[in-house]
C-alpha cells in the first residue's frame, strides 16, 4: 500500500516529480533506438494477479520468473517439451501441437507459422512472441568455454527508490536511511551457461551498519550450466525446485484458479537459478537434473540457507518462520538469520508416449526445533520438530484431448495429502478442467505449494472445475466454480467451516482494441463476535476493461472500472476507476496512470496493476478515498545504456495520517522518485 507525505510538502513533491520526468525526456534527445514488444506479457500476469489470493512475495516470485523467461527466450524449433511446458500459459495439447507441427514440417521459418497451429489463439500467439524465437534448432556440438564466455549477453541494472516524505521511523525507530536500492547482474549464453547477481536494500535497513557489515542487507547469487553431457542442468547458488504438482517441493510459480484455465491443470516443474530479491521461497547450495536412460531423469538438491525467527524465551527454540526479510529495527534485526535448515531432495521422472510419472522426497533439519504457540486450535497442527521428511509420487497422461495429472504425498508421520486433475478438449475451441485435492490437517510439507483456497497444503478437501471456450478466435469465454471445506479451526474460524469461489470472464480481441468483462463471487466463513458460530462473508467483485492500440505497439492505453461489495455484519462498496497510457517512439517510452479509488473498508479494497521500472512489480491493494497518479519514461541514452524514472503521487482525501506505528506518515499525500539505469554490453 502506497503511503503518504505531509501535506505541507506535497505541491513540492508533485513539482519535483514532475521536473524529474521531464528533466528525462530532455536527456533523451540524443537517444539510440530502442527494442519493442518488452515486456508486452505484463497484462496477462495482471489478470492473473486480480484473481488469485496470493501475497506479494508470491507475485514478485512469478514476476521475477517471466522476467527470465523473457530474458532467455526458448529457440522453438530446438525446444523440448520440457522446455516448452515452462511456459505457464500453454496448455499440454498446445506443447504437442507445437512440437508435432516442427516435426512434420520442419523447422519453423518464422514465428509468423503459430498461426497455422489451429489449438494457439490470438491471445497465446503474442504470448509466445515474447519467450520464443524461430531459430537454426538444435547444435550439435557444445562451443568452447572461451566462446561461451566471450559470446554471452552481460545485463547490469541498478535502482533506487527516493521517497518524498518522512515516517516516524525515520527520526531515531529504524536503523537506517529511507531510501531503497538494489543492485541485479546477469550473464546468458543461452541455455549453456547463465549467472547472476542480486543485492537489495529496502527503506529503513541499515547499510554497511549493524548486522550488514558486507554492505547490504540481502544477497543472492547463482550459476547454471546447462547440456554438459548427461546434465541438462547444473545450479550452483540459489536456486527453486517444483516438482509434481507441489505437494512436496515447489517454490516456484504456482498454480492458481486462472492459471489452471491456461494450463489445463499443469503445474510447473524442475530446477531453475533464482537472483530474485525476495528473501521468502529459495534453496541454496547445489543441485541438477541429469538422463539416466529414455525418457529418465534424476533430479538431486541439497540446501543449506539462514531464517529469520521469533525465538522462545524458554528454551531459544522458533515460534515463528519470518519471511518479510525486513530488518529495519533492532527487534528486526535479531531475528535475521538466526535460525538455519539444511534439506536434500530428490526426483525421479519417467516419461514415453504421452505417459509420464515421477517420485520426489524431501528431508529437512533445522538447527533450532520449530515450537509454534499451541494455544490457538488453528495452530494445532503447525509444524512441531527438527526433522521434516516428504514423499510423493506423481503420474500422468497427456494427448491433444484428454490430460490426466495428480501427485499423492505423505509427510512423516503417515499423513495424507492428494490432488488430481483431469481436463478434457472435446474440439478445439473447447476445454473443461475438473480437480480434486484433499489436504489432512496433519500434513506438513515445508517446501509444498500446491492448488489450494485456503493458501496451505493442509486442512483442505475441495473440488473444482472450469471451462475455458473460444467460439472463434478473437472471442474467449471462461469461468469457473470451486468448493472448499475445512475440517479443522483456521485463523478467526473457530469450527470447521466452507468456501464458495464462483468466477466468469469474457473477452474479445480485434485488430486494435480489447475488451474484457469478468465477475466474481467469493463466499467464506467466520467466527461472530463471541466465537460461538460461523456468520457469512460474501465478496463479490466486477472488472470491466478497454485497451486500445496500435497493431506495432507504437501506443497503447487501457480504460479499467472495478467494483467491490463486500457483505458481512454490513454492506461495504467500493469503486475504482483507472487509466493508463503508454506511447513509443524510438529511443523513448512513455508510460501515464491515473485512478480514483473510494471504498468503505479495507473489505472491499481494489487493485490496480501499475507498470514500474525493470524487475519491479506493483500491485497495491487501494481502499478510503483518494486518487493515485505516476508517469515514467525510459530511453536509451547511449547504445545498451537505458535510463528510466518514475514520479508517483497517492493523495488521500478520508485521513490526515497515513500508516500506523513506525510506519506513521503525518499527512494525506505522498510522493516517490524511482530511478533505474540499466546496462546491456
Known sequence: MHGGMPAGIGEAARRAAVTAALALAALCAAGQPT?????????????????????????????????DLERNPIDINAATRDELSRLPFLSDAQVSDILEYIYRHGPMASLAELQLIESLDYARRHLLQCFAYAGK????????????????????????????????????????????????????????LSAGFAASQDSGEPFFAAKNTLGYDFYSFYIRIGRLG??????????????????????GFSLGKLSALSSLGRASSGLRPSASRSAANYLQGVAATARIGRGM??????????????LNDEDGSARTIVTSGYHRTPTEMEKKNNTHSATAGLNVSFG???????????????????RPDKAAPYRRHYPEGSDFANASVDYGYASHTVTLRGETAVNRQGNVATINAVSLSPCGGLAIVALHRFYSCRYTALLADAF????????????????????????????????????WPRYRVSLPSQAFDNAIAASYTADRWRIDARYRVRHRQRDNADKTALRGYTDRRLRLALTLGTDKGAWNSRTQVDAAQSRSDGNDLGLMVSQSAEARWRWLRLYAFAAWFATDSYDSRLYAYERGPLYTFSFP?????????????????WRNLTLTAKAGVTDYLDRSTIGSGLRRIDGSSMADIDVQLRWKF
Request: hydrophobic content about 35%; glycine content about 12%; overall charge neutral.
Open 352 to 370: 514415453r508416449g504421452g505417459f509420464h510419472a515421477g517420485a520426489t522426497a524431501v528431508y529437512t533439519h533445522y538447527d533450532r526445533p520449530l
Open 621 to 637: 491493494a487501494y481502499y478510503g478515498r483518494g486518487v493515485r497518479y505516476a508517469l515514467m519514461a525510459s530511453a536509451d541514452i
Open 452 to 487: 489450494s483456497e485456503g493458501g496451505h497444503v493442509r486442512n483442505e478437501h475441495g473440488a473444482y472445475i472450469g471451462a475455458d471456450w473460444r467460439p472463434t478466435g478473437r472471442l474467449r469465454l471462461y469461468a469457473y466454480f470451486d468448493y472448499a471445506r475445512f475440517a
Open 297 to 310: 531423469r534424476l533430479s538431486l538438491f541439497a540446501s543449506y540457507r539462514p531464517h529469520d525467527a521469533t
Open 137 to 192: 534448432g538444435p547444435q550439435e556440438r557444445r562451443p568452447a568455454p572461451y566462446r561461451l564466455l566471450t559470446g554471452g549477453r552481460h545485463e547490469l541494472t541498478g535502482a533506487v527508490r527516493l521517497p518524498l516524505y518522512e515516517r516516524k521511523g525515520d527520526h531515531g525507530g529504524y536503523l537506517g536511511y529511507k531510501q531503497k536500492h538494489w543492485l541485479r547482474y546477469t550473464f546468458d549464453a543461452g541455455d549453456l
Open 230 to 251: 548427461p546434465f541438462e542442468t547444473i545450479i550452483a547458488g540459489r536456486y527453486t525446485a517444483s516438482f509434481g504438482m507441489g505437494l512436496v517441493a515447489n517454490n
Open 35 to 67: 527494442p519493442q514488444g518488452e515486456r508486452e506479457w505484463e497484462p496477462y500476469l495482471n489478470d492473473m494477479a486480480a484473481m488469485e489470493d496470493r501475497t506479494e512475495a508470491d507475485w514478485e516470485r512469478a514476476y521475477d520468473m517471466m522476467c
